[in-house]
C-alpha cells in the first residue's frame, strides 16, 4: 500500500511537472528561434542599406571586406548580390563570385521587394541554418540583394541547455516529493498494516495484539478504536457460545438418555396397542439425540480456530470405504474405490474421515440392493496462479437422485427431502459443507450419468495452503489442542440422516430383538395394573 499511494503522489506530480515544463520549454525555444530571426532580419536590413550607399557611390570594391566584417560580428555567412542576382561577394564560397543566382527562390523574392525567411538543411555543415535574404534600397527598383546565413546549432544548444534545466528541476521536486509521500504513506499505512495484523490474529481465534489507537491519520484512529472494540465484544461471544457448546453436551445428553430409560421402563407395563406409540417416542428421543450431537458438533466447529492440516486423500478414502464394506454387504450394496491420484489435500483434523462418513451412510441408505456406490478420487487441473489445482472425490449412488431444486436446498439445516427416512435430524450434509470449507474446499451435488447422485468433494492439494494458512507442522499449541473430536456422523439432506460410521460390520444394535424382549401384555388397552 505504500508503494501504491507513493506512486500515486508521484504520478499527480509528475502530470503536474510535465504539464508546466513541456509547454514552458517548447514556448522558451519557440520565443528564442523568433527573437533570432528578428535580430537577423534586422541587421540583414541594416547592411542591405549600407550596401546599397556604396553601390551608389561607386564603392562596388569594399563591399567584400564590409562583408568579411558583418559576417565576423554577427557569425554569419554573407551574400551580397546585384540588382541581376549576379554574386558580387560571398564571405564563405569566392567560387560563387560572379554566378547568376537569380534563379534560387530567396534571390527571386529579393529581387521582388519581398524578403525571405527560412531554415533548412546545410549539407557544408551537416546541421540546420537560418537563411535572411532582403532587399537593398527603399526604391521600386532593388539594387542590391543581400542573404545572411547563421548556423542554428547554438540556439539548439541553448534550448537543449533549457530542456536540461528543467528536467534536473523536475527531478529535484520529484525526489522532494517522494521523500515527502514516502513519510505521509508510512504514517497512514502504519495504522493499516496493524490493522491487518490484528485482522489476521482475530481470524486464528484470539486478538493478542490490538491496533494502536494514538498514531496515524484521526479516520484511522477511530477505526482502530473501532475495531478493537468490536473484537472485544466478538471474543466475548465467542467464548460464550463456546462455553455454550461445551456445557450444553452434558446438560442436554444427561436428560435426553435419562427420558430414554424412563420410557423403556414403561415397555412391560403397556398393553400391546401403545408399543406402537413407545416404539415412535424412542425413536423420536433418538432423533432429538441425534440433533443435539450434531448441533454441538456444528457450534464446536464453529467456533473452533484450527488450522487444516495435509492428509493423504486415497489413504483416508480407501480406510473408510474398508470400514463400510460390511455394513454395506449386509444390504447387498458394493463399494468401489478407483482413482490414485497420490494426492495430499488439506483439511481439518479428522474432517475428511467424517465427510466420508456422512456421504457413504447418505448413499448406502439409498441404494437399492445388488447396486454399488463409487468413491472417485481425480485430480483437477488449476488455470494459472488464480486456480490453482484441486483433488476431487466423487461419491456415486444408484440411488433415485434428487431434482435441481432439491440438490440446491440439500445443504440447509434441518432441510429434509420430501422421500426422506423422518428419524433425520436434516443436520448430515451442512456439517459435510462446513468441515470441507473449513478446509478451502467446496461441496456440490449433481445427477449423476444413469441416475442416482454424485457428491463431488473439491479440495485444495497440499502444494499451496490454503487461505494462507500453515502446515500442520507449524500450527500453533493451542490449534494442536482444539483439534476437533469427530462427533457420532448424521448424514441428511437428499435421504434422511444415516447412521453412526459403523464398527464391527454391523450399522448399530437394534433397540430390541424379538428374540431377547420380555413378553408383551396380551390385555385391552388400558391403564397398566
Not at 520565443?31 to 528578428?38: A, D, N, P, Q
Not at 435426553?256 to 425413536?283: G, I, M
Request: some cysteine.
Amino acid at each position: 500500500m505504500t508503494r501504491r499511494l507513493l506512486l500515486s503522489y508521484l504520478s499527480l506530480m509528475l502530470l503536474v511537472l510535465l504539464a508546466l515544463e513541456v509547454p514552458f520549454g517548447i514556448l522558451y525555444a519557440r520565443s528564442e528561434l523568433s527573437r533570432f530571426t528578428h535580430a537577423a532580419q534586422q541587421g540583414a536590413i541594416t547592411f542591405a542599406a549600407v550596401c546599397e550607399e556604396k553601390m551608389e557611390h561607386g564603392l562596388t570594391a569594399d563591399l567584400p571586406e564590409l562583408a568579411r566584417a558583418y559576417g565576423r560580428r554577427t557569425g554569419s555567412r554573407v551574400l551580397v548580390a546585384d540588382q541581376k542576382g549576379v554574386v558580387l561577394t560571398e564571405t564563405a564560397a569566392l567560387h560563387l563570385v560572379g554566378k547568376d543566382l537569380s534563379a534560387e527562390p530567396d534571390i527571386s523574392a529579393a529581387l521582388h521587394d519581398r524578403p525571405a525567411v527560412a531554415t533548412r538543411d546545410d549539407p557544408s555543415t551537416n546541421g540546420e541554418v537560418l537563411f535572411v535574404t532582403v532587399p537593398g534600397g527603399s526604391d521600386a527598383t532593388v539594387p542590391c540583394v543581400v542573404r545572411t546565413v547563421y548556423p542554428l546549432s547554438p540556439i539548439r544548444a541553448k534550448a537543449d541547455a533549457t530542456w536540461l534545466a528543467l528536467a534536473l528541476i523536475g527531478l529535484g521536486a520529484l525526489a522532494t516529493v517522494a521523500l515527502i509521500g514516502f513519510v505521509l504513506a508510512r504514517s497512514i499505512t502504519r495504522p493499516v498494516r496493524d490493522l491487518e495484523r490484528a485482522t489476521a490474529q482475530l481470524a486464528e481465534g484470539r486478538l493478542t495484539d490490538p491496533p494502536a489507537t494514538d498514531h496515524g491519520p484521526p479516520e484511522l484512529r477511530r477505526l482502530a478504536a473501532s475495531f478493537t472494540k468490536t473484537a472485544t465484544r466478538l471474543q466475548h461471544v465467542i467464548q460464550a457460545q463456546q462455553a455454550f457448546a461445551s456445557e450444553a453436551s452434558h446438560q442436554l445428553k444427561t436428560p435426553l438418555t435419562s427420558l430414554r430409560l424412563r420410557l423403556e421402563n414403561f415397555e412391560p407395563h403397556l398393553a400391546p396397542c401403545a408399543q406402537d406409540s413407545l416404539d415412535k417416542a424412542l425413536a423420536e428421543t433418538e432423533r432429538l439425540s441425534r440433533m443435539v450431537q450434531g448441533l454441538l458438533a456444528l457450534a464446536r466447529l464453529e467456533n473452533s480456530a484450527i488450522r487444516p492440516e495435509a492428509v493423504d486423500l486415497d489413504a483416508v478414502v480407501a480406510d473408510r470405504a474398508a470400514i463400510w464394506t460390511a455394513f454395506a454387504d449386509e444390504q447387498q450394496v458394493g463399494i468401489i474405490v478407483s482413482g490414485a491420484t497420490r494426492a495430499r489435500v488439506w483439511a481439518l483434523p479428522g474432517a475428511l474421515e467424517q465427510i466420508i462418513d456422512n456421504l457413504l451412510s447418505n448413499a448406502l441408505r439409498v441404494s437399492p440392493p445388488g447396486t454399488a456406490v463409487t468413491l472417485t478420487t481425480v485430480i483437477v487441473p488449476g488455470e494459472g496462479s488464480r486456480t490453482p489445482p484441486v483433488a476431487e472425490l466423487h461419491v456415486i449412488d444408484q440411488g433415485p437422485g434428487m431434482t435441481a431444486a432439491e440438490r440446491l436446498r440439500a445443504f440447509d439445516r434441518f432441510w429434509r427431502a420430501p422421500a426422506a427416512d423422518h428419524d433425520g435430524t436434516g443436520l448430515g450434509l451442512p456439517m459435510v459443507r462446513q468441515l470441507t470449507r473449513a478446509g478451502g474446499g467446496e461441496i456440490t451435488l449433481e445427477a449423476a450419468p444413469g441416475g442416482g447422485l454424485d457428491a463431488v468433494v473439491r479440495l485444495r492439494r497440499a502444494e499451496s495452503h490454503p487461505h494462507g494458512n500453515a502446515p500442520v507442522s507449524q500450527r500453533t499449541p493451542t490449534a494442536q489442542a482444539a483439534r476437533l473430536t469427530p462427533p457420532p456422523t448424521t448424514a441428511r439432506g437428499r435421504h434422511g440422516d444415516g447412521p453412526e460410521p459403523p464398527t464391527g460390520g454391523a450399522n448399530r444394535p437394534a433397540r430390541r430383538n424379538a428374540a431377547t424382549e420380555k413378553p408383551r401384555r396380551t390385555t385391552a388397552c388400558g391403564p397398566p395394573p
